[in-house]
């Protein structure tokens, strides 16, 4: 380990030193090799012999009373084989499906339309011109209803009810959640020297990914098995869903999950596209293959964010927190779709006190129905903690501005040491372990801070531009979702599975149930194998993204994959190693309790030439070599991980933007992110997933929302109004590291898909916020456009109301 924490590549925390090709280290990605020459395997790709193509009518009205759907000119088309609507939904039992979230949604609408371009029919052609032409035949007789998009009058008496649906149902709200001790942080706040309050807003955004979303639905009423070939990042939990909605039992049901560019949450529920394309294939009898196009997608599939949220911090004079007290209005669109633990209808919101020590805290969380599009995903987050990082950034350093303290100090003085892990929250949530001083130390000094502050100074005393702004964010993330005591989604429990089989060559192949979506899986979980056996990591085949040929468990998302798969992975590894300790022991005629381990090899203690290899041991594992009473042959194992705990990864970042005040715009010149994630098995791939998600943090911070007009028609489904971070926008990012491993994963790896994500956007906000501060600015919300900071230098109020604002 370095002076400043951190790790050489490779570098086990045991001290045992990887290898590139047998372990951790930087190992260049298996998967690439097809990607880089176009051999991917999309949904898009898929072409199954008589396959037909289904196109989805979608309502012009954010909240419409639905009267009338004529189909009779749309089923008259010769190239069309069905229509299908609500009412034939309903005659199936099929109109509503259960969310995520124990809600129902409508497939097809039967009664009302509750959000622009929610799903009114779907035909079935023979090509996918054919039935987008048939759509324009269906004649749909609207009675318009006025909409409500504002979280914030959602729950006024006059409001319209959303979910009339629901019997007895008068109003718009969802639920009600709180965590913490709000009597005792009342008490702290009573008790403060200075308290600080600050509205704040994280808006609705979109995941985006690079496929949209896609099913190719193919119901053989031969073998009465159905196939489904789709964009999933839990094929199991989806076919879970399928079996319990269509009667079907699981054996019966196929989920195959191939290549489906990227996910971020977006591609964790089901939506009415996914059914009605299987209703299309059992009614023509023949697969039906169903792609939304990108304004489908950015309408209509799950959202993120879309948190209104008012935290108070209560303090002493010289900077120490006590208190920390949070109310949020959670718009949840029209139907509650939410991907999370249910257990939590707020997801895991309880790391809202970040990464500081304070001895009390509260948040009460409200959810309501608005006329958007439902979902709410983990988009590069584990279930709401990229909101609760913002939120308490974000207000560290609106108690900076109040007290006059330098922001890092301020952080400095409050975070959690090193001696206070295991640290139990004022919300009861167990931190694993952590050094968060030395992690913010490696940052302000990558950065240089002091020299930039000085910088900083001197241009403010000679009035020189642009306008200079250095941010802070310390984050605490809390991945690997699967403990049982604490999680669930539908009843089903978070645990994932995992099978190793080693052939008599000692070549392996390993069966995981989590998918990947780029993130390298086929790499990393080979290279755990590698490590815990001591063999090539091309000898190892990682399998995923069938239901048929893979173990049962909950899917890609909330940085769970690593955390949880990755530790079921090294269990299983583990097994394998200690059975073939077992069968080494016959091979060299000594007890398996005389025979000690080195990478690839068991051999006698003491007399290391005295030894066997795993190849050498799964020829004779497979052969004829006799073993000890009790054992059987082969080196195969099975298991399921149920994580004892959540992982909590940190970071330190320090954004460095400059403000142009004629014009607006803002360039972030540098960033330092300083990750901690544990312990590192593939160093490349962990910088890759930073290096995304601190691009998602520029996205976020500076350029996107979904908005939508007063009447709910939705200002963002292009990607000439939603925009997407490129390269021009974003610096070369500087990145740094410490490794406090995991106490209780196998591997001591924490996982970091989602952390630059969750840390980047307070960084880059505060950085802003800083460079204003000669204008009197204190807080602005996302997204920091152009036209934003202009507005606030001329004293003029931010709009979050518009696309391009």
Known sequence: MSENGQHPDGQHPDGQAGNGHHGFGRVPRKEDARFIRGRGNYVDDIKLPGMLYGAILRSPHAHARLVSVDTTAAEAHPQVRAVITGETLTGLNLAWMPTLSNDVQAVLATDKVRYQGQEVAFVVAETHYAARDALELIDVDYEALPPVVDARKALDDDAPVIRDDVEGRTDNHIFDWEAGDAEHTDRVF???????????????????????????????????????????????????????????????????????????????????????????????????????????????????????????????????????????????????????????????????????????AHCAVTGVYTNKAPGGVAYACSFRITEAAYLVERLVDVLAAELGADPAELRMRNLLRAEQFPYSTATGWEYDSGDYPRTLRTALDIAGYDELRAEQAGRRERGEGPLMGIGISFFTEAVGAGPRKHMDILGLG?????????????????????????????????????????????????????????????????????????????????????????????????????????????????????????????????????????????????????????????????????????????????????????VRINPMVVE??????????????????????????????????????????????????????????????????????????????????????????????????????????????????????
């Not at 190719?216 to 009423?221: E, I, L, S, T």
């Not at 056996?533 to 173990?551: A, C, K, N, R, Y």
């Not at 468990?553 to 994959?561: E, I, Q, V």
């Not at 916020?769 to 920091?784: E, I, K, N, S």
């Open 190 to 360: 009573g008790e403060a020297e200075v308290v600080v309050a600050q509205d704040v807003l994280y808006p609705r955004v979109h995941p985006a990914p690079l496929e949209t979303c896609g099913i190719v639905a193919d119901m053989d009423k031969v073998t009465g098995k159905l196939t489904v070939h789709t964009t999933t990042q839990a094929p199991h939990a989806h076919r879970t869903v399928y079996a319990l909605v269509a009667g079907l039992p699981e054996h019966k049901i196929r989920v195959v999950s191939p290549d489906i560019g990227g996910g971020f949450g977006n591609k964790v529920g089901i939506y009415p596209g996914y059914v009605c394309a299987i209703v299309g294939s059992i009614v023509t009898g023949r697969p039906v293959k169903w792609i939304e196009d990108r304004s489908e997608n950015l309408m209509t599939t799950s959202f993120a964010r879309d948190y209104h949220m008012r935290g108070e911090i209560a303090a002493t004079r010289d900077g120490r927190i006590r208190g920390l007290r949070v109310k949020v209005l959670a718009d949840h669109g029209a139907f509650n779709g939410t991907a999370q633990p249910t257990k939590f209808p707020a997801g895991f919101f309880h790391v809202f006190t970040g990464s500081y020590d304070i001895e009390a």
């Open 688 to 805: 890759g997933q930073v290096h995304g998600g601190l691009a998602d943090g520029v996205g976020m911070a500076l350029m996107q929302v979904m908005a939508f007009d007063e009447d709910g028609n939705h200002l963002g489904a292009s990607f000439m109004d939603y925009l997407l971070p490129t390269a021009v926008e974003c610096p070369s990012w500087e990145l740094g590291e410490t490794v406090t491993p995991s106490p209780h994963h196998p591997l001591g790896a924490k996982g970091v898909g989602e952390s630059a994500t969750v840390g980047s956007p307070a960084a880059i906000v505060n950085a802003v916020v800083d460079a204003l501060r000669p204008y009197g600015v204190r807080h602005a919300d996302m997204p920091l456009t152009p036209a934003n900071v202009w507005r606030v230098v001329q004293g003029r109020p931010f709009r979050t109301d518009l696309a391009i604002p």
């Open 494 to 678: 978070m645990a994932d599975g995992a099978e190793l089989r080693v052939h008599p060559t000692g070549k392996a192949v390993l069966r995981i149930s989590v998918q990947t979506q780029g993130q390298g899986h086929e790499t990393t979980f080979a290279q755990i194998v590698a490590h815990e056996l001591g063999i090539p990591v091309d000898d190892v085949e990682v399998v995923h993204g069938d239901t048929d040929q893979t173990p049962f468990g909950l899917g890609t998302y909330g940085s769970r994959s690593t955390p949880v798969s990755g530790a079921a992975t090294a269990v299983v590894a583990r097994k394998v190693r200690e059975r073939a300790r077992i069968v080494a022991g016959a091979m060299l005629e000594a007890s398996p309790e005389d025979l000690e381990w080195t990478p690839g090899r068991w051999a006698v203690r003491g007399d290391p030439s005295t030894g066997v290899t795993m190849q050498e041991i799964a020829m004779a594992a497979h052969g004829s070599l006799e073993l000890p009473e009790g054992v059987e042959g082969h080196l195969d194992a099975t298991t399921v991980y149920n994580p004892p705990n959540l992982t909590y990864p940190f970071g330190a970042y320090v954004a460095v933007v400059d403000v142009d005040p004629g014009t607006g715009k803002v360039t972030v010149r540098r960033f330092v992110a300083v990750d901690d994630c544990g």
